[in-house]
């Protein structure tokens, strides 16, 4: 199984991004999918997750009415857009597959990306 993630970069505050994530090696669409991040000493902490069709997707606090993730089954990729990006969204972003297919926050995840790098400066 691959994730690979990629549309990190170095941004300014307020600018948008969106962050891709390509899969591989698993039937794309039996798997809830999340977006997760870990900034620079600070653990690892849930963005937002989407559900096996799409039907079903939560937001962390911190990113909610800024980001929006969705999925295209056909194509094995789910994507994360993230508007008015600030200072505090600098981190790397992991993509990851859950068996859960209403995957959420607390929701097992069997399968990582390696990460891509998302710096926003002031």
């Known amino acids: 199984v691959q994730l690979q993630a990629s549309g990190g970069g170095l941004v300014q505050a307020g600018d948008s991004l969106r962050l891709s994530c390509a899969a591989s090696g698993l039937t794309f669409s039996s798997y809830g999918m999340g977006w997760f991040r870990q900034a620079p000493g600070k653990e690892r902490e849930f963005v937002a997750s989407i559900s096996w069709r799409g039907g079903t997707r939560s937001y962390a606090d911190s990113v909610k009415g800024r980001v929006s993730i969705s999925r295209d089954n056909a194509k094995n990729t789910v994507d994360l857009r993230m508007n008015s990006v600030k200072p505090e969204d600098t981190a790397v972003y992991y993509c990851?597959?859950?068996?859960?297919?209403?995957?959420?926050?607390?929701?097992?995840?069997?399968?990582w990306g390696q990460g891509t790098q998302v710096t926003v400066s002031s």
């Open positions: 990851a597959a859950s068996r859960t297919i209403l995957a959420g926050r607390d929701s097992r995840y069997d399968y």
